[in-house]
């Protein structure tokens, strides 16, 4: 089908009328074989594209944020979609394999507000917790080389903390063997909302604790309002356990690096002994 169309201003290009030509065997002559009625057709498609699932916020530089699971409308297509992203993971992430879906699955798709193209995704698994919990825990994580450095994947991580944490039925979030960078991610938005409890901030500063142990009374309210993992809790501890330590007073800067080191050692033995205890013919500990 050949339209022509008069411009004479920006807007004829959508609400000009346009009319077709009386013959064109001039041009293209008697018989024309179209090959391209499919092509036509997939753009067309691709230009009433429409994310799967559900808005769930906005995001600086007219970037959004589409929360999908098997509730979701058109979930059928969305796994078409799915199947099509899923192979950036072998480019970009190391050991990456493809997932097997089934209803504990959760995707949060970063997209531009206007083209709907992809720039990032992570995947989250509700993994059953006794007696009638759930521990999620992220799998997959990728944000595209031309949009990295911009606070994508931290909107994305804060995306699942906004679904997540406020539900009952979660013990913690966990990560399935993070990289250095997303850990490093991990651990600054996970101290940030430590900073914004009334209830952990103030036990670091006061009793600047250099034992080698927390107590309970100091991890468990990050734990439980937080949903962090006792390992995550721990990291976010000794990491803000030294932001708030005074740089003047060196000697608390020694009991520091001496209480990292012997839990160090401790992790070392208890490990030391797992192993023996598993391995009959194992080396003795002495």
């Known amino acids: ?29 008697e018989r024309l074989e179209c090959d391209c009625r499919y ?3 997939k753009e067309m498609k691709e230009l009433n594209f429409r994310p799967f699932g559900t808005l769930k916020s906005g995001h600086a ?13 058109n979930f059928d297509e969305f796994i078409k979609y799915h199947e099509r992203m ?12 493809f997932i097997t879906l089934d209803e504990n699955w959760s995707f949060y798709i970063f997209s531009p507000e206007k083209r709907y193209g992809l720039v990032g995704f992570l995947t989250v698994y509700a993994f059953y917790a006794f007696p009638e919990h759930v521990r999620p825990r992220i799998s997959q994580a990728l944000i595209l ?23 009952p039925k979660v013990v913690d979030i966990t990560v399935e063997e993070p990289s250095v ?21 103030p036990s670091c500063p006061k009793r600047r604790r250099t034992s080698v142990v927390a107590s309970a009374v100091t991890l468990n309210p990050a734990s439980e309002k937080l949903k962090l993992c ?5 990291r976010v501890y000794d990491i803000l356990r030294l932001f708030l330590l005074p740089r003047t007073n060196t000697e608390a800067e020694t009991k520091y690096k001496n209480a990292l080191r012997e839990r160090t050692k401790i992790i070392y033995r208890v490990s030391l002994l797992i192993h023996h205890h598993f391995t009959p013919n194992s080396v003795s500990l002495g």
């Open 230 to 234: 006792r390992k995550q809790a721990y």
């Open 1 to 29: 089908l050949l339209n022509n169309l008069i411009v004479r201003e920006k807007s004829d290009l959508q609400e000009g009328e346009s009319f077709n030509p009386e013959m064109t065997h001039q041009i293209f002559g």
């Open 61 to 73: 530089h007219e970037f959004v944020i589409y929360h999908v699971d098997q509730s979701a409308d």
């Open 39 to 41: 092509d036509i057709i």
């Open 181 to 201: 960078e997303f850990q490093r991610l991990r651990d600054f938005l996970d101290c940030k909302r430590c900073l914004q409890l009334n209830e952990y901030t």
């Open 86 to 97: 899923e192979p950036f993971l072998i480019y970009f992430i190391d050991g990456s394999s």
């Open 145 to 167: 080389p031309p949009f990295r450095g911009m606070g994508h994947a931290t909107r994305l991580l804060e995306a699942v903390y906004d679904d997540f944490v406020p539900l």
